[in-house]
């Protein structure tokens, strides 16, 4: 409150991770600037000081979802690798760190979609640059793009399918699990030195 009276008026960073919050907990319609002002403890002024509007911390928490979901997946669908089953791993990487990919901001954004014609076409386009990193990673692997785009979909939708029923399974049970959905995914099972590893990512 001492910053506060000296005429602090915070950070984009501390309004934007408030507006993060109340959209997790509440939806796209519990983003108001009097939550966001009491949740930081400040004047609705304060607010105005960083945002033009609040259209503008909307646009700033779409911004932050595509960094940090879209840019991290395509990222991890990049990185070197010597198999396939190698690279699934790197992906699967997003669906147990929260640092790559945080599945509670998707859940919000597809949940807020349904309300936003503008915000489901670009959820529609963001989808699609998903899922051609994740036909390039099985092309690069070589398989044909009918292939790819087979398995590109079965791997993508199963995860949607966690996110949109909001799967709560232990982190345990879930590492122990993927090694099989690998196999599933690819017709191939992957070596122990590559379980191992990415194992030891996780547990």
């Not at 396939?84 to 901001?105: A, G, K, P």
């Not at 399974?169 to 090694?179: A, D, G, I, Q, S």
Request: aromatic letters at 12%.
């Amino acid at each position: 409150m001492e910053q506060n009276s000296k005429g602090w008026r915070g950070s984009p960073d501390l309004w934007l991770d408030a507006a993060y919050d109340l959209l997790i907990s509440g939806g796209v319609e519990a983003v108001k600037i009097q939550a966001l002002a009491k949740a930081v403890g400040m004047s609705r002024p304060s607010f105005y000081w960083h945002f033009e509007h609040r259209e503008a911390v909307l646009d700033a928490l779409i911004a932050r979802w595509e960094s940090k979901n879209t840019t991290n997946l395509v990222v991890q669908t990049q990185k070197p690798s010597q198999s396939i089953e190698e690279s699934i791993f790197h992906l699967f990487d997003c669906w147990l760190d929260v640092d790559l990919f945080d599945m509670r901001l998707d859940f919000a954004i597809r949940n807020w979609a349904q309300t936003s014609d503008v915000l489901k076409a670009r959820l529609t386009e963001v989808d699609q640059m998903r899922m051609d990193a994740l036909v390039q990673m099985f092309v690069r692997h070589g398989f044909d793009r009918d292939q790819a785009f087979a398995r590109a979909t079965t791997v993508y939708y199963t995860q949607v399918g966690y996110i949109a029923m909001m799967m709560k399974e232990p982190k345990t049970l879930r590492v122990e699990r993927m090694p099989t959905y690998i196999e599933t995914f690819t017709g191939k099972a992957p070596t122990q030195d590559e379980v191992s590893a990415f194992r030891a990512r996780h547990l």
